[in-house]
């Protein structure tokens, strides 16, 4: 599925509120990070596989307890949220607190093993770096900034504290010398990442509100014709419901356009209330709405429908009480022209026009009666 499609399939969705310094993530971004912390958690894994292998069989005190236990913690982290046990932002915290401990102990200890004519830091200090980038990958901004300053001030302090009290006098130039090009490198890292992080924020920003509609929240009509034809392409079967609230001009005329809105925005709100998992909503055109759900029963989407219609009849929005819509709805087949499933969708809504409003038509009972 193309990104425009998730943009509103996570405006639509029933999903956890963002920070407030970030918009909405699509979920192209939420699988993207999903992928990523596998292929992150598989390649730490074997680093610290690795790096006892190299040292067998003198091995470093801290590096016999720590790396197995990091590694461990990490495959345990993925197993967790593969089973659904664990969230993603759970998984990913719990990464970067087992990794940053980590490797802020190592750079800690480092210091008591280096030797007076040691010049430089060890390896594990190149893995910073790894942090540095990460955190801004999985957190907006603002928090990643903060997540990553944190980690470079105690950082700074460890060097510090080790360079005026632990390292041998003949030996603290050259390592004040490689504790500053670390820290300064976190520093920069901390700043390029901060500013593109920012740069992201705003890029999804203007990529969610070209495809959402500004007054009801919901996915505009641009954003669900490319969500169906994201379904099509990938031989996916729905059912597709539209429906058009009755006599919503008569609201306008009497009541005036404000409360106009306020009715189409306390639609919105109804049918993201009712929407079923993996389902996406639009406004598909004034005060047309489009539901897109994964394929439904008969039994399903007419109970799913009449306790919308029940919600919108028993809502009042500001001084109009309530409101009803016609429902027409299709099923498409895999790989169907989406416009044709409109089509039908848009005749049985109309068939309900015709017969007295306020009701639901399923034009596609041979393909939704059964179960």
């Not at 590694?71 to 990464?95: F, H, N, T």
């Not at 929407?275 to 004034?286: D, E, K, N, Q």
């Not at 109970?303 to 929005?317: E, P, Q, S």
């Not at 309900?352 to 059964?370: E, S």
Request: aromatic content about 8%; hydrophobic content about 50%; proline content about 5%.
């Amino acid at each position: 599925m193309d990104a425009p499609a998730f943009c509103l399939q996570a405006r639509a969705a029933v999903m956890p509120r963002p920070a407030a310094d970030a918009p909405p993530e699509p979920a192209a971004w939420r699988t993207t990070q999903r992928r990523m912390f596998a292929w992150l958690v598989g390649l730490a894994s074997l680093a610290c596989g690795a790096a006892l292998w190299m040292q067998a069989p003198s091995f470093d005190p801290l590096d016999r307890v720590a790396l197995p236990a990091l590694g461990l913690g990490l495959l345990g982290l993925q197993g967790l949220l593969s089973l659904g046990v664990l969230q993603l932002p759970g998984a990913i915290r719990g990464a970067f607190i087992g990794a940053g401990a980590y490797l802020l102990l190592a750079l800690n200890h480092q210091f008591s093993v280096l030797t007076p004519a040691s010049r430089t830091l060890m390896e594990n200090t190149y893995w910073f770096a790894v942090l540095y980038v990460a955190v801004f990958l999985v957190y907006p901004p603002r928090r990643a900034t903060w997540l990553s300053g944190s980690l470079l001030l105690v950082s700074a302090a460890v060097c510090g504290l080790n360079l005026l009290l632990t390292v041998p006098a003949e030996a603290r130039g050259d390592l004040t010398g490689a504790s500053l090009q670390f820290l300064l490198v976190g520093a920069v890292l901390t700043i390029l990442q901060a500013t593109l992080g920012a740069q992201r924020t705003q890029l999804l920003a203007s990529h969610a509100a070209a495809y959402s509609d500004a007054l009801t929240g919901l996915g505009n009509r641009r954003a669900a014709e490319e969500h169906l034809a994201a379904l099509t392409a990938r031989g996916a079967t729905y059912t597709l419901v539209l429906f058009d609230l009755d006599h919503f001009k008569r609201v306008n005329d009497l009541h005036g356009h404000g409360a106009g809105d306020l009715v189409l925005r306390g639609v919105g709100r109804a049918v993201q209330a009712h929407l079923p998992g993996g389902g996406v909503a639009a406004r598909w055109g004034g005060e047309e709405f489009m539901l897109i759900l994964p394929e439904q029963r008969d039994r399903q989407v007419r109970a799913l429908l009449d306790t919308l219609r029940a919600d919108l009849r028993g809502a009042r929005y500001g001084t109009v009480d309530g409101v009803t819509a016609c429902f027409g709805v299709a099923t498409a087949q895999a790989g169907e022209d989406p416009e044709a499933v409109v089509a039908r969708a848009d005749a049985a809504m109309y068939r309900v026009k015709r017969q007295g409003r306020n009701d639901v038509y399923l034009a596609d009972l041979r393909h939704t009666q059964f179960g």
